[in-house]
């Protein structure tokens, strides 16, 4: 069971790097400065349709206006990093690095990541505005003043703070 944990980690660590990577590609071919005034620094409510028929963005990343959450979203999750965290970190079994500070939503559920060495950076991205939502191929998460609530289409998902987290579904 462990090797499969692990394994579900690097994939997803790998799918976390990838949605940067395109999200930085995304924004170098955007609208002007990068964080400027009015919506240009915002998260999209939602994946848009582009013309021709095909789905919207298959990747998206964003940040809580506290900075303290970021997010990454794809078609095969959600992984969001907290730096700062006032809550006891759970324990993963067979993990003897870091947790609590990463979070992961597949088609698997829910589980917190081990994370070796200290919690990842995860570089700055647009902000998703409290209030707002970002959804990507069934994930959808909501931004508010008490943290970021993750889900998939199912209701499956967790709702992460820097007082507390708690699994939804």
């Not at 660590?13 to 990577?21: E, G, S």
């Not at 400027?36 to 298959?58: F, M, R």
Request: charged share 15%.
């Amino acid at each position: 069971m462990s090797r499969t944990i692990r394994i579900w980690v690097v994939v997803d660590l790998v799918l976390v790097v990838i949605a940067l990577v395109l999200l930085a590609v995304w924004m170098s071919g955007g609208s002007g400065t990068p964080g400027g005034e009015g919506t240009g620094g915002t998260a999209s409510a939602s994946a848009e349709p582009t013309p021709g028929g095909s789905a919207g963005p298959k990747a998206q990343a964003f940040q809580l206006p506290s900075g303290n959450i970021r997010c990454a979203m794809s078609g095969d999750g959600v992984t969001c990093t907290i730096r700062n965290i006032a809550y006891d970190p759970p324990a993963v079994p067979g993990c003897n690095g870091e947790t609590g500070h990463v979070v992961a939503l597949n088609e698997d559920g829910f589980a917190f990541v081990c994370v070796d060495g200290s919690a990842p950076a995860v570089p700055e991205g647009p902000v998703l505005e409290y209030g707002s939502q970002a959804s990507v191929d069934g994930y959808t998460c909501r931004s508010a003043s008490d943290g970021v609530t993750c889900t998939r289409d199912d209701g499956t998902g967790f709702k992460l703070a820097r007082a507390k987290w708690q699994e939804v579904g």
